[in-house]
């Protein structure tokens, strides 16, 4: 017979103080309500920030192609002066509803411009950080793009990637997304995301040490393993650990990037 399982303190459910419930579209629901998944968001927000450099925090940050505004919004609540970058002309009223629906977010953290990437509206040398999440392969020059990022970066300051890889633009959802998007913007593209030639241009704009890879897991193809196969690759078990790194090699390579570079 099995015995019922009493909780220490009672527990009370969590009424709705309205009944009526706040219509808020995805532009201010992103990351958590959004075809793309919340996860896999969370995650590379995750490893992003993670490599934010104590030195230049001093420095407020860029959200480059801030979209619906929720990087920003994350990075005012980590207390980071944030500036939110986009061409799109919805960014301002993103940002107020943000702001508007949550008390949490101090409104003085968060500030917003408009603009080309290819040729920013900002001085020289004023930003510590540059955070660049799914923008990139939407740029029509890399070179002006890198060159503009050098410019605006104060000394030690670092531009911080996390994009689609070398596969991305023959994809066949991102063959069918660009069909659907060049029906609103005939200017719309999606490019690949190389390594070796975004290097190229990083260290031709300025950035010495060109690029350093961040080799990551992705949240929604997690490699598993038994205890006896955890055991094997602690145990330094070549197989083991050949199929774990070939995984990296090509998810890091083909499907997904993240990387940095570093102005000197």
């Not at 069909?179 to 490019?191: G, L, N, V």
Request: charge should be negative; proline fraction near 6%.
């Amino acid at each position: 017979m099995t015995k019922s399982v009493k909780h220490t303190c009672p527990i009370e459910l969590i009424k709705k103080t309205n009944d009526e419930p706040p219509n808020y579209s995805s532009s201010i629901t992103e990351p958590f309500s959004t075809d793309r998944a919340a996860p896999r968001l969370l995650f590379d927000f995750g490893v992003m920030t993670s490599l934010l450099k104590p030195t230049v925090l001093h420095q407020p940050v860029l959200d480059f192609g801030a979209g619906s505004g929720w990087v920003s919004e994350f990075c005012a609540r980590m207390d980071l002066q944030t500036v939110a970058f986009d061409i799109h002309g919805d960014l301002k009223g993103c940002l107020e509803k943000r702001i508007d629906a949550d008390g949490r977010i101090e409104s003085a953290k968060l500030s917003f411009a408009h603009g080309d990437g290819h040729a920013m509206p900002f001085e020289p040398d004023i930003f510590g950080h540059l955070l660049c999440y799914d923008t990139l392969h939407h740029m029509h020059d890399y070179p002006k793009f890198f060159a503009e990022l050098f410019r605006i970066l104060c000394k030690g300051g670092r531009g911080i990637f996390v994009e689609p890889g070398a596969n991305h633009s023959t994809s066949p959802d991102t063959i069918a997304f660009v069909e659907a998007q060049k029906k609103h913007d005939p200017d719309w593209i999606e490019r690949d995301v190389i390594l070796e030639e975004i290097d190229q241009i990083a260290r031709a704009a300025g950035f010495e040490s060109g690029l350093h890879i961040v080799p990551m897991p992705h949240p929604l193809e997690l490699q598993t393993f038994s205890m006896t196969e955890w055991s094997n690759f602690r145990a330094k078990n070549g197989l083991v650990r050949k199929k774990f790194t070939d995984q990296l090699a090509t998810l890091n390579y083909f499907d997904r990037v993240i990387f940095y570079v570093d102005k000197p």
